[in-house]
């Protein structure tokens, strides 16, 4: 055979070649996604039994075979969790957030945020504030939205009596997340050291960047009316009665605003109301997650338990 018709041989001779190489190819997936599929069915039941170990290792078993397992990364985090492995679900969840699409980045983010967030603490109520540190930065890092760790944070500080950070912390804070958790710490500094013009613009900025949180705007009459600063009360207190006309706390402060100026029929039917309506003088707050009522912020759903997802409810 010439080396023409060799050439020509071969080359009729592709197409069946790249099937099978292909085949071959698919095979071997298959194969071994039968076996990560009964490891993953092995780890389920071990964990549903309550053999966290045991599970543990047949997750890392399907994390051998294919390292950007999901289902296996998940696992073995969510195990690492419940036995306050920190390091290791924070290796998992560093992992997730490599591997996440667009759209589930900033929920895999959020998961990272939060397990800092619950490595902090424990290092806390060890007495350990330097490692509660790091880890509560990494938080903040992982998502600058995420308001626990920033709270957090401050509040570590302030207890080592490093008071300069602790305001840098929640200040920075604000400037991302102006909510009232926030601004009731940087609002009891200011207090403290006697700037009242420094606690009205706190709230002022505020609600200008967050013109429908409620709470910000209730926050901004009461800061007015500690102050003394009755008109500006009163004018905030009434804008807040048009957008929550149902809300005890609103006309409690409009009655001791009455009150403060002995105006005394419109202070008793503020007060009359404000019973009438309920005895929960704090805003109430919604999860962003699953809808879940609560009659303050938290930090995290009581009802589905995800971290930072209280936010002020619209009504009461």
Known sequence: M????????????????VRLLTRRRAAAPAEQDGLTAELMRQAGEARSAGRREEAATLYRRVLERRR??????RGLRDVA???NRWDEAIEMQERLV?????????????????????????ELARGDTAAAAGHL??????????????????DAYE?????????????????????????????????????????IALYRDAVDRAPDDPALAMALGRVYFEL??????????????????????????????????????????????????GRAFEWPHRCSACGARAPAWQDRCAQCQRFNTLRPASGR
């Open 137 to 154: 930065k990494s938080s903040v890092r992982a998502d600058r939205r995420f308001v626990p760790a920033a709270l957090t944070l401050g």
């Open 159 to 199: 207890a080592a009596g490093d008071h300069r950070e602790a305001i840098r912390a929640w200040e920075r804070a604000a400037e991302v997340e102006p909510v009232l958790p926030l601004l009731a710490r940087l609002e009891r500094v200011y207090r403290h050291e006697g700037r009242p013009s420094r606690m």
């Open 2 to 17: 010439t080396v023409l018709g060799a050439l020509r041989t071969l080359a009729s001779l592709a197409p069946t070649v």
């Open 228 to 277: 003394e600063m009755l008109d500006e009360a009163a004018e905030q207190f009434e804008k807040m009665e048009v957008r929550a006309p149902d809300a005890p706390a609103v006309h409690a402060f409009l009655g001791a605003v009455f009150e403060r100026r002995e105006q005394w029929r419109e202070a008793f039917e503020e007060y009359r109301r404000a019973l009438q309506l």
């Open 98 to 122: 490599v591997l996440a699409t667009a759209s589930e980045r900033g929920r895999e983010a959020e998961a990272l945020a939060a397990t800092h967030y619950e490595a902090g603490r424990a």
């Open 68 to 73: 950007s397992h999901l289902a296996a990364l």
């Open 81 to 83: 969790l419940e036995a």
